[in-house]
């Protein structure tokens, strides 16, 4: 089984670098690294191209852009993905560093007909900083992580308990780690076949900024027939902390919580502003 991971990006060049030297750290390397660049300057530009050489004795690494005229992340993850030559896809966002055994986890565990769903560690902003600063790449659970997880932020605390590698199926049902949460998908972290992505006709184009979109492909996989599974505990991967302006009152975020609904109450499993345009 051939592997392309697909790693969506924006103007987060430093974070990116750190994701791509988390993939050659993996103990199951990729076939290909396809960079979902929807618009970044030329500094990110520069980082894929030390990455490429970097990462030439690893795997081949391929970037895919497109200008800059606001958002279109569903967009150039569906180019991404048409130009993808594997298999099977493994997606994690570029401001993410994955655990060694990330994409081991996902190959062991996939399947056709499903998406595998993990979740991610936020390891907060004075340890992001650390990171990129050492140019420095965090791939499991350690001390200073935990030392980070002390924060009276109980959000970030609660989170951290993602870094633990759980592989005992008995301890993943007690941990409830075996369920995928109400929220579904995330995109940060997810697996499938291509040929099942394809089949959903990919990222549903009509979402108009980043939420929920990612949550859409897991409904839709359902619909289609396909089911979700949990690897929570297994895949596991590190958020590199950024600032937010995200919120569930504006209108953008209305109208994509309008879309989702409407998939689930019609169990539409195939979007029409997709990788095909259909009428």
């Not at 592997?3 to 390397?29: D, E, G």
Request: hydrophobic fraction near 40%; aromatic fraction near 6%; proline fraction near 4%.
């Amino acid at each position: 089984m051939k592997i392309s991971v697909i790693v969506p990006t924006y103007n987060r060049p430093h974070a990116l670098k750190l994701c791509i030297k988390s993939l050659m750290q993996q103990s199951v390397p990729p076939n290909e690294v396809v960079i979902a660049d929807d618009g970044s300057g030329s500094e990110t530009e520069a980082v894929v191209k030390e990455m490429q050489a970097a990462a030439e004795k690893h795997f081949g690494i391929v970037h895919v852009w497109q200008e800059d005229i606001g958002f279109r992340k569903p967009h150039i993850i569906n180019k991404a993905v048409v130009q993808a030559s594997g298999d099977y896809l493994i997606f994690i966002d570029g401001d993410c560093m994955a655990h060694r055994d990330f994409i081991s986890s996902h190959i062991r565990h996939s399947s056709p007909d499903v998406a595998l769903c993990g979740r991610r560690v936020e390891i907060g902003k004075a340890l992001t900083d650390r990171l990129i600063q050492r140019d420095e790449v965090m791939n499991n659970i350690n001390l200073r992580l935990l030392i980070s997880s002390m924060s009276k932020d109980p959000f970030h605390s609660r989170r951290v308990l993602e870094a633990i590698p759980i592989k005992s199926a008995m301890l993943r049902r007690l941990m409830h780690r075996d369920r995928i949460p109400k929220d579904g998908l995330w995109g940060c972290n997810f697996s499938l076949y291509k040929d099942l992505f394809i089949a959903i006709n990919g990222c549903d184009e009509d979402f108009v900024d980043g939420s929920i979109e990612d949550n859409d492909i897991g409904v839709r996989v359902q619909n289609y027939g396909g089911q979700l599974k949990s690897v929570r505990g297994l895949a596991i991967v590190f958020h590199l902390w950024h600032g937010s302006t995200w919120s569930f009152n504006n209108d953008k975020y209305q109208h994509n919580l309008s879309i989702l609904k409407r998939r689930m109450e019609q169990r539409e499993p195939i979007c029409k502003n997709g990788i095909r345009k259909l009428s």
